[in-house]
């Protein structure tokens, strides 16, 4: 009878499966007529034969290349090799010429199981389709990737398209997956009743998730009912880290925003954006500061010097809630602590020198690397990079699907940092304040590039764009 996931056989989620992902080639690539199915020897490659089978009875040219047909396969994806052996035509072995012409290549190489380098006749496969000028759609997973961690060992597919079943994987959102995923597309394969009642591990977040945290203003609020945030850092000749943190706290919703830095900033400052409050720090400016703000961000331009130290150690001492952001992360890992009031955003950098390994080792995996400075740090912690990873000390973790490589320019950071300080000031708790401010700073960046392409983009293009995605419809 076969195996059975919920109430459906697992050969008729495959079948459902291979049906999906025709499908959507049909309807990205019309006029696509010979395609090349490559299929592995496990159900990744019976997804790929289900596939082809449908693509040759719509009048396709259909190539398949699975090695040879001695060698058994589970008992789906070998349930679906014979129906495409005994119906549609020959199975190609892994070393066979490709077809001279080819508009379409499907992935069905390796799937979830699979993990570390991939071996030949995998990796040739794979190299070769990727030198190829059709596009390949990947089954579930790029085949070398990853589907828990996202890293990249060895050779991987660059694909254009991947169709995801059942539910999305970790590594599809993380880690290396933006060089290999292409454009993410999913099929719940006729279970989606059943998904919705299982507890989600990590959750993925786009701009869709936003209205459940920010919602409409009360008409009688005042400024003093939306946050007193106090900025701090800007050391000589960084002023402009902690303007922009300031004002992408205003654009955020922030009441108020006061900024100390250092003293030749603040003319600039008050004259560049006006509705920020700006004072040189020392000792006295910053005790007085502490008592009236509710949530304090600090680091943004800090420096390392006593002048940044003796700051950082009086803001750790207070009750404040706080936001810990660049110099002050390397200094926390030159004196470690653990806060529960604290959301830290390290870029890979900052939480290798954290973590006390290498920026290798937080890539490869970064969901792992998120998890252990939420742990040992307490709070939550914002992993940086191609989709941030967001986790708290409790065990909840998330993924910001969002963001795009034109962010990867001064200046971001700083954006964040002001944009989750002014969520916390607004009453959100450190987690979810995490989760919409990477959100809110993704989708912002996603919306300047979209409008003017991703080079040339800087941190300032995303300022008008915060207040369009805090007021979500």
Same mark, same amino acid.
């Given at each position: 009878?076969?195996?059975?996931?919920?109430?459906?056989?697992?050969?008729?989620?495959?079948?459902?499966?291979?049906?999906?992902?025709?499908?959507?080639?049909?309807?990205?690539?019309?006029?696509?007529?010979?395609?090349?199915?490559?299929? @592995?020897?496990?159900?990744?490659? @019976?997804?790929?034969?289900?596939?082809?089978?449908?693509?040759?009875?719509?009048?396709?040219?259909?190539?398949?290349?699975?090695?040879?047909?001695?060698?058994?396969?589970?008992?789906?994806?070998?349930?679906?090799?014979?129906?495409?052996?005994?119906? &549609?035509?020959?199975?190609?072995? &892994?070393?066979?010429?490709?077809?001279?012409?080819?508009?379409?290549?499907?992935?069905?190489?390796?799937?979830?199981?699979?993990?570390?380098?991939?071996?030949?006749?995998?990796?040739?496969?794979?190299?070769?389709?990727?030198?190829?000028?059709?596009?390949?759609?990947?089954?579930?997973?790029?085949?070398?990737?990853?589907?828990?961690?996202?890293?990249?060992?060895?050779?991987?597919?660059?694909?254009?398209?991947?169709?995801?079943?059942?539910?999305?994987?970790?590594?599809?959102?993380?880690?290396?997956?933006?060089?290999? #995923?292409?454009?993410?597309?999913?099929?719940?394969? @006729?279970?989606?009743?059943?998904?919705?009642?299982?507890?989600?591990?990590?959750?993925?977040?786009?701009?869709?998730?936003?209205?459940?945290?920010?919602?409409?203003?009360?008409?009688?609020?005042?400024?003093?009912?939306?946050?007193?945030?106090?900025?701090?850092?800007?050391?000589?000749?960084?002023?402009?880290?902690?303007?922009?943190?300031?004002?992408?706290?205003?654009?955020?919703?922030?009441?108020? #925003?006061?900024?100390?830095?250092?003293?030749?900033?603040?003319?600039?400052?008050?004259?560049?954006?006006?509705?920020?409050?700006?004072?040189?720090?020392?000792?006295?400016?910053?005790?007085?500061?502490?008592?009236?703000?509710?949530?304090?961000?600090?680091?943004?331009?800090?420096?390392?010097?006593?002048?940044?130290?003796?700051?950082?150690?009086?803001?750790?001492?207070?009750?404040?809630?706080?936001?810990?952001?660049?110099?002050?992360?390397?200094?926390?890992?030159?004196?470690?602590?653990?806060?529960?009031?604290? #959301?830290?955003?390290?870029?890979?950098?900052?939480?290798?020198?954290?973590?006390?390994?290498? #920026?290798?080792?937080?890539?490869?995996?970064?969901?792992?690397?998120?998890?252990?400075?939420?742990?040992?740090?307490?709070?939550?912690?914002?992993?940086?990079?191609?989709?941030?990873?967001?986790?708290?000390?409790?065990?909840?973790?998330?993924?910001?699907?969002?963001?795009?490589?034109?962010?990867?320019?001064?200046?971001?950071?700083?954006?964040?940092?002001?944009?989750?300080?002014?969520?916390?000031?607004?009453?959100?708790?450190?987690?979810?304040?995490?989760?919409?401010?990477?959100?809110?700073?993704?989708?912002?960046?996603?919306?300047?590039?979209?409008?003017?392409?991703?080079?040339?983009?800087?941190?300032?293009?995303?300022?008008?764009?915060?207040?369009?995605?805090?007021?979500?419809?």
């Amino acid at each position: 009878m076969g195996a059975r996931y919920h109430d459906l056989s697992l050969y008729q989620l495959m079948e459902n499966a291979g049906e999906a992902a025709f499908q959507l080639c049909r309807r990205l690539y019309p006029d696509a007529r010979r395609w090349l199915v490559l299929c @592995g020897h496990g159900n990744n490659g @019976g997804d790929g034969y289900v596939v082809a089978r449908f693509a040759r009875q719509y009048g396709m040219e259909v190539t398949v290349i699975g090695g040879g047909a001695e060698q058994r396969l589970p008992e789906e994806a070998q349930r679906a090799r014979e129906h495409w052996l005994n119906n &549609y035509g020959q199975i190609l072995p &892994y070393d066979a010429p490709w077809p001279l012409q080819c508009d379409l290549i499907v992935d069905g190489l390796l799937g979830t199981g699979v993990h570390g380098v991939p071996k030949e006749p995998y990796a040739s496969l794979i190299r070769a389709a990727n030198a190829h000028i059709a596009p390949t759609v990947a089954l579930d997973i790029p085949s070398g990737l990853n589907a828990e961690t996202g890293a990249i060992e060895g050779e991987a597919i660059e694909a254009k398209q991947t169709l995801t079943f059942v539910a999305l994987k970790p590594g599809l959102l993380t880690g290396k997956a933006r060089d290999a #995923v292409g454009e993410l597309h999913y099929a719940s394969l @006729g279970i989606s009743r059943w998904l919705a009642e299982q507890a989600t591990q990590i959750e993925r977040l786009t701009a869709e998730s936003l209205p459940q945290w920010l919602t409409p203003r009360k008409p009688c609020s005042h400024k003093g009912d939306h946050g007193r945030l106090l900025v701090v850092g800007g050391d000589c000749g960084l002023g402009g880290a902690v303007r922009m943190a300031g004002e992408a706290a205003l654009r955020s919703g922030s009441g108020l #925003v006061r900024v100390l830095t250092r003293r030749q900033h603040v003319a600039p400052l008050l004259a560049a954006r006006p509705e920020l409050m700006v004072q040189a720090l020392d000792e006295k400016s910053l005790t007085a500061a502490l008592g009236w703000a509710d949530v304090v961000a600090v680091g943004p331009g800090l420096g390392i010097s006593s002048w940044a130290q003796d700051a950082l150690e009086q803001i750790a001492a207070s009750d404040k809630i706080t936001v810990w952001d660049a110099d002050a992360l390397n200094l926390l890992a030159i004196s470690p602590n653990i806060q529960p009031q604290r #959301v830290i955003t390290p870029h890979p950098g900052e939480a290798a020198r954290l973590l006390q390994c290498s #920026v290798e080792n937080v890539e490869r995996d970064r969901l792992s690397a998120a998890r252990q400075l939420a742990e040992r740090f307490g709070g939550v912690a914002v992993l940086k990079g191609a989709r941030t990873v967001i986790a708290d000390d409790k065990g909840r973790m998330a993924i910001a699907d969002v963001g795009n490589a034109g962010m990867a320019s001064g200046g971001m950071g700083d954006l964040l940092t002001g944009i989750i300080a002014s969520l916390l000031g607004q009453g959100l708790e450190l987690f979810e304040a995490a989760c919409a401010g990477a959100v809110i700073h993704g989708a912002a960046g996603d919306r300047v590039t979209h409008r003017q392409g991703q080079r040339g983009t800087i941190a300032t293009d995303l300022l008008s764009e915060i207040p369009k995605l805090v007021n979500p419809l």
